[in-house]
């Protein structure tokens, strides 16, 4: 998430009453994930595994809880007891929740020919495109993008809030939400179906590609970021931080772990599970996923086990 303007690091300081040290002179742009933080970005880090990653990234701005690290050059950080608390408090700021009466925003932004059927509910900073055509009982929540020739059907949901959750055993509540402040871009000529859920980014973008077809129930989690011209069948799930390539096919109830890359032009047959990253241009099946010919073959070599104990056992 991008401030609406930089703001100073005396100004996050007060905020979050930390204790600053290193570069105090730089303005802090946004706050973001370690993943995909950008130069002028603040992070958080609460864990000593992840010191080292954290102020070696392209963080300029890190929330931690201990003075005894090395500071690189042109660096800032916020000491805090508990930088998850702080990140919770930064978000709230900037990204406060918002109820509201309305079925539809004030502030929505719709394009020449878009059409948007009855029971559809359209949130803050929602921009939709030419030529849309939005079926009843959608939710577009906020900060959701639409881009032109979009079809969504009815029921789907886009925006709603990451699955995403600090785990810490110290505390009564164990798993304690991490406030979702991204959101969703949809491409050109996008078609979704019904029933479908997409979550926003926590702190960045959840983005469908120019041209993807998502059909019946289907689930995209936070932070994926799905190429142009795939297809995904019904019941596909994907979880969070996935990278799908362009023209990657998805057939039905295939489920995805998260953090993966799935090259392009990749196929994977119905029902299999992706726990790990796949190559392009090759044709999965199974669980673990592997390469669809090898499958076939052990499922060929494994109905002859019987024939084949019995002429050992001979």
């Not at 401030?3 to 009453?17: E, G, H, K, N």
């Not at 129930?217 to 799905?226: A, E, K, R, S, Y």
């Not at 390469?291 to 052990?298: C, G, L, P, Q, V």
Request: net charge neutral; proline share 4%.
């Amino acid at each position: 998430m991008k401030f609406p303007a930089p703001v100073s690091v005396q100004w996050i300081a007060d905020l979050i009453q930390a204790e600053t040290a290193g570069d105090l002179t730089a303005g802090v742009t946004g706050i973001n994930e370690i993943h995909v933080v950008e130069t002028g970005d603040l992070v958080f880090v609460d864990h000593p595994k992840y010191y080292d990653k954290c102020l070696n990234s392209d963080a300029s701005f890190i929330i931690i809880n201990t003075k005894e690290v090395t500071i690189p050059a042109g660096k800032t950080i916020f000491v805090v007891a508990d930088p998850f608390e702080s990140y919770l408090k930064i978000v709230k700021h900037f990204r406060p929740f918002a109820s509201t009466a309305k079925p539809v925003s004030d502030d929505v932004i719709v394009g020449e020919g878009s059409v948007i059927m009855p029971n559809v509910f359209i949130g803050r900073h929602v921009t939709i495109g030419k030529d849309c055509v939005i079926h009843p009982n959608v939710s577009l929540l906020d900060y959701t993008t639409i881009g032109n020739n979009v079809v969504i059907q009815a029921g789907t949901v886009i925006g709603s809030d990451a699955f995403y959750y600090n785990t810490k055993k110290n505390r009564d509540v164990w798993y304690k939400k991490m406030l979702s402040c991204g959101n969703v871009i949809i491409e050109d000529y996008v078609e979704i179906g019904a029933g479908c859920t997409i979550d926003r980014g926590v702190t960045s973008v959840t983005r469908i590609g120019q041209g993807t077809k998502l059909d019946n129930m289907v689930h995209i989690g936070h932070d994926t970021l799905v190429g142009k011209n795939c297809l995904f069948a019904a019941q596909v799930a994907i979880a969070g931080g996935v990278v799908v390539e362009d023209g990657v096919t998805l057939w039905g109830q295939v489920g995805v772990s998260k953090t993966l890359t799935i090259g392009a032009n990749a196929v994977v047959l119905a029902q299999s599970g992706i726990p790990s990253s796949l190559a392009g241009d090759k044709v999965y099946w199974g669980t673990p996923t592997e390469d669809a010919s090898i499958k076939r073959r052990e499922l060929v070599w494994i109905k002859r086990i019987p024939e084949l104990w019995k002429k050992v056992m001979q």
